[in-house]
């Protein structure tokens, strides 16, 4: 339940589309944090926590919920975060309404994680206002309500939450229950990206290869799409691949194409297609250049089925095969 999508690609004749298969939701979900300082405290905090206090009680069920210094224990997580939560202890009430959301050590229950969600959300908590956008925004345990979905996230952007600021752009981008608004879509993605969130700058470079709500600018769309690649995002590296074998804002450069394919085979099977289709045009010493090269850069790319999270609003600037 961590995707978000809705993404656009490129054919041969440059266009865009929307692929309605794509599942075009913005569910970014992110789980509960466990304190850094917690595991070595184990002994203070479950004294604490027998005490009723709701601090040490939400830290435990972190404990719990991670495995951390603990037995992994899903149940014991849900026991100790509802004890904090009756305190009104925010970061519980976030982290209970995630376990009921995922339905891990109780039954899902999407009305028990609105309501957990919204209270947590009511005392600022920006990651619950995002969450608490998604049920809106998709239905669940609530009626879907695209406006109300997108005061949730402008609540949780308008403090930073990079997520939310995906999130509501996606919203302004399809203009699905509000106004499309392509420039306040690409203001949103900028925000997010700046703040170095991985989907943002793929999207933003999405909007600045198809001169959507800003500018066209190749170049503009290279740099962004770059800075997403050498984070781990494989989409990303798939366009970049794109962009140097096109010669599209960077030069055409196939060594350059091929390292990037490369990388993104872990993470986006798409890529094993561009390696073989390339490879026809390269000659052995270009693969084994690209190869190595590869391997130096050393940046650790999701394996598909394991990236939830991963998608964003533009599919890839690749040509269907």
Known sequence: ?????????????????????ASMGTQHKTKPPVSSDAAPQLSSISQRAEQGDPQAEYKLGSLYMTGT?????????????????????????FALGYMYEQGEGVNRDYRQARHYYTAAAQQGHTTAENNLGSLYEHGQGVRKNIRQAADWYRKAADRGEVVAQCNLASLYFRGKGIRRDYVQAATWFRAAAERGYPPAQENLASMYYTGTGVKQDF????????????LGYARAQLDLGYLYEQGKGVPLDHVAAYTWYKIAAGGERRAVAQLKSLSSVMTEAQIRQATIAAAELNIHTPNPSSARGSA???NSWLPPR
């Open 1 to 21: 339940m961590l995707n978000s999508r809705v993404l656009f690609a490129v054919t041969l004749i440059p266009m865009l589309w929307f692929d309605a298969s």
């Open 69 to 93: 210094s603990v037995p992994l224990d899903y149940q014991q997580a849900v026991m100790w975060y509802g004890k904090a939560a009756e305190q009104n202890y925010p970061e519980a009430e």
């Open 219 to 230: 170049t503009e769309a290279a740099n962004w799409v770059r800075r997403a690649a050498v």
């Open 312 to 314: 964003s609003v533009g």
